[in-house]
């Protein structure tokens, strides 16, 4: 079974998203003008669909109203019983009634983790400051909660908190975490990718970290196979075959290309004989997903 690890979807009339419907907002990943409609579990599977894949994980995606979407997530996953869905909802780890808020999520048949963002571009963070969750002791402790209800963590950050990202991990070693887009390698020079390397051991080392090769476009807008080859390449010898996964994160990579060429480069970047684990088994088994 092939699975697509990292993917959004959304109905506008359903859920509101302020990010997606800002209007003249240029963000660090681009205009979002071409994505501001609806995009569907028909049209994202119908394109999936022709590479072999036959099931997926939704990761929440800045909705306004977080469980709105997480229901609306559960919902399109019961009137689709033909695809395999399952979700990673945003829940705030640090908030007051954290245990209430888990326990409303895990109603869900499809809930298998939480994220909450920790970086997403530098000018960005430092508008919305996120990186401080890393020195919220409340954050740590929320991330040893879900650890022991069962779930996981969707982890996105920047390298620049790699470092004290992993400072807190590995106080909370029974969480599984999936590192989204590879760290966020937002410097693709050579001195900048060397530097994210370099970072990305302290996440690597951590046997409970595997990594999504995913949204590597959102910082190259006009990238190719050959310019997103060492981060692919580095993300396969620091994890290893059995802790990446593949996730296409469109729509918003559809601004930079089509599924098809996107799956195609990773298709060719990842060895042949990874391919079953890179593009599914790790996936099925990270996020407990069956046919």
Not at 210 to 222: E, N, R
Not at 255 to 280: I, K, Q
Request: glycine residues 6%.
């Amino acid at each position: 079974m092939r699975i697509d690890a990292h993917h959004h979807l959304w109905d506008l009339s359903a859920v509101h998203y302020p990010w997606l419907m800002a209007q003249g907002v240029e963000r660090f990943f681009g205009d979002p003008t071409p994505i501001q409609r609806n995009y569907l579990l028909e049209e994202f599977s119908g394109d999936a669909r022709q590479h072999g894949i036959s099931g997926s994980v939704h990761i929440q995606v800045g909705a306004e109203n977080p469980l709105q979407e997480a229901l609306w997530v559960q919902e399109v996953a019961e009137a689709n019983p033909h695809w395999p869905l399952v979700q990673v909802a945003f829940c705030d780890l640090t908030s007051d009634t954290l245990a209430r808020d888990l326990d409303r999520l895990q109603n869900l048949s499809t809930l298998r983790g939480v994220r909450q963002i920790v970086g997403r571009a530098p000018d960005e963070d430092a508008v919305t400051s996120t990186n401080a969750l890393l020195e919220n002791s409340r954050f740590l402790a929320g991330l040893k909660e879900i650890a022991g209800r069962g779930l996981r963590f969707d982890l996105q950050l920047i390298p620049e908190l790699m470092e004290d990202t992993a400072h807190v991990l590995a106080q909370a070693s029974d969480l599984q975490v999936a590192l989204c887009h590879a760290g966020s390698p937002h410097d693709r020079s050579v001195k900048g990718l060397e530097a994210w390397a370099n970072e990305l051991k302290l996440l690597s080392a951590l046997p409970n970290v595997s990594c999504k090769l995913s949204g590597l476009g959102m910082f190259d807008h006009q990238w190719t196979q050959q310019s997103i080859a060492p981060i692919v390449q580095t993300c396969l010898t620091q994890f290893g075959q059995d802790r990446v996964m593949f996730g296409s994160n469109f729509p918003v990579d559809s601004l930079y290309s089509n599924y098809t060429t996107l799956f195609a480069a990773m298709e060719t970047l990842v060895p042949n004989d990874w391919h079953a684990a890179v593009f599914g088994d790790n996936a099925a088994r990270f996020y407990e997903l069956k046919a």
